[in-house]
């Protein structure tokens, strides 16, 4: 991520605004780590955006809603932490 933050830097005004239009993990107990990784290195370099992707039958996601797990870390932790839109609609929330 590092490599491609510097190559759009050198096409840009030098300090990007990133966005992650897509990710996601096929291991539910990957998703946890893997969130709060991304969402680490997104506030550190100028991430505004991130969206999740799931398809029950896709190689490389899941079905929605992940496990509860998985849920409840987002709501207590990763939102709260790095959610920075107060007009954020909660998907996680049911």
Known sequence: MDANKAAF????????????TETN????NHRKNWYLFLSQWMVANNGF?????????????GPWPPS?????????TLIPEFGRDPTFVNPCVQ
């Open 25 to 28: 993990s096929v291991y539910d």
């Open 9 to 20: 830097a050198t096409v840009s005004n030098g300090t990007p605004s990133l966005r992650i």
């Open 49 to 61: 955006r991130m969206l999740t992707f799931w398809n029950p039958d896709g190689p490389l996601s």
């Open 68 to 76: 509860p797990t998985v849920l409840d870390y987002w709501n207590t």
